[in-house]
């Protein structure tokens, strides 16, 4: 086992002002691991390291792709962020549905879940442990697992979501 010498500890002090890294010092010291090194360096209270010779010449850095080049992806966040393209893109495409009002579904239109596909909006209604629970049915937004009125009520921007928070919250 090895210890922290006079000799050894002006030779760390040394190598860490020339700008060498903690694992280049191990290996010069011999017998000791990079993490030894960086502990004995925060007990001693050593400033940040000299930089490196070849870390003084600026690097080149790689010119950037156009703009026009990049998708438009809006900044988003929160739950958002991680929302596939496919429904930041898809809000242009929502249609009106035919006469959903007060979120009346025709009877025709409901299905179960046995019912449901792709194309059917799987927006739940009623409570799934009565008899008379259905799901909305309606033509779905493209990518989307609801039709158009649910869309709206599911996606709601940020803002308005905080704003019905800081309403409720009276």
């Not at 950037?64 to 242009?92: K, Q, S, V």
């Not at 009106?96 to 209604?125: F, K, S, Y």
């Not at 009565?130 to 599911?154: E, K, Q, S």
């Amino acid at each position: 086992m090895w210890t922290w010498t006079e000799e050894r500890v002006e030779l760390l002090k040394k190598l860490w002002a020339e700008g060498l890294s903690a694992s280049q010092i191990a290996a010069e010291l011999g017998g000791i691991t990079r993490n030894a090194v960086i502990g004995k360096v925060h007990r001693l209270g050593l400033s940040g390291r000299a930089k490196a010779p070849s870390a003084s010449v600026p690097r080149q850095r790689k010119p950037r792709a156009a703009a026009a080049f990049r998708p438009a992806r809006p900044a988003t966040r929160g739950n958002t962020a991680l929302a596939p393209l496919a429904f930041i893109e898809a809000e242009p495409e929502i249609e009106p549905e035919p006469q959903l009002v007060d979120n009346v579904i025709p009877m025709g239109q409901r299905c179960t879940i046995l019912q449901l596909t792709e194309a059917t909006c799987h927006w739940p209604i009623g409570d799934p442990s009565t008899p008379d629970f259905f799901f909305c049915g309606g033509r779905t937004v493209t990518g989307l697992p609801y039709c158009g009125y649910h869309c709206r009520i599911a996606y709601q921007p940020v803002q308005d979501r905080r704003r019905d928070r800081r309403g409720v919250r009276v």
